[in-house]
Nanobody, 120 residues
Framework: EVQLVESGGGLVQPGGSLRLSCAASGFTFNTYGMVWVRQAPGKGLEWVSTISTGGGITIDADSVKGRFTVSRDNAKNTLDLQMNSLKTEETAVYYC?????????????WGQGTQVTGSS
C-alpha cells in the first residue's frame, strides 16, 4: 500500500523558517518524481516544487523560488521542503504527492497534508 505521511508543519512568524518532511512507503521511492503542493484556506491547489527521481533536478514555482528548497533522501525514502522567509499568505496545508513517470497522468498518491500557519 502506497503511503505518504507529511510532518513538520506548525505556527511560524513571517520571515521565519520551517522544514517539512514526507515519509514514503509501499513503492519504490527512487523511481518516482515527487512534488509539494499547497492549498491555502478557500483557494485551490497550488503546485510548489518538483524533484526528480535522483534529486538532481528541482523545479520551483516562481512564488517560492529562492526561498524554498526541495530535497530527497532515497536511502531513507523521505522528501523534504525547507521553507525560508515565510510569508503570512503562505498559510496553507502542504501536501507531498507522487509524480508518476507517465506524462499527463497527474499526481497519483497524496499524503494527508500538514498545516503551516503564518502568524505574527
Amino acid at each position: 500500500e502506497v503511503q505518504l505521511v507529511e510532518s513538520g508543519g506548525g505556527l511560524v512568524q513571517p520571515g521565519g523558517s520551517l522544514r517539512l518532511s514526507c515519509a514514503a512507503s509501499g513503492f519504490t521511492f527512487n523511481t518516482y518524481g515527487m512534488v509539494w503542493v499547497r492549498q491555502a484556506p478557500g483557494k485551490g491547489l497550488e503546485w510548489v516544487s518538483t524533484i526528480s527521481t535522483g534529486g538532481g533536478i528541482t523545479i520551483d514555482a516562481d512564488s517560492v523560488k529562492g526561498r524554498f528548497t526541495v530535497s530527497r533522501d532515497n536511502a531513507k525514502n523521505t522528501l523534504d521542503l525547507q521553507m525560508n522567509s515565510l510569508k503570512t499568505e503562505e498559510t496553507a496545508v502542504y501536501y507531498c504527492a507522487r509524480d508518476p513517470p507517465t506524462v499527463g497522468s497527474g499526481f497519483d498518491y497524496w499524503g494527508q497534508g500538514t498545516q503551516v500557519t503564518g502568524s505574527s
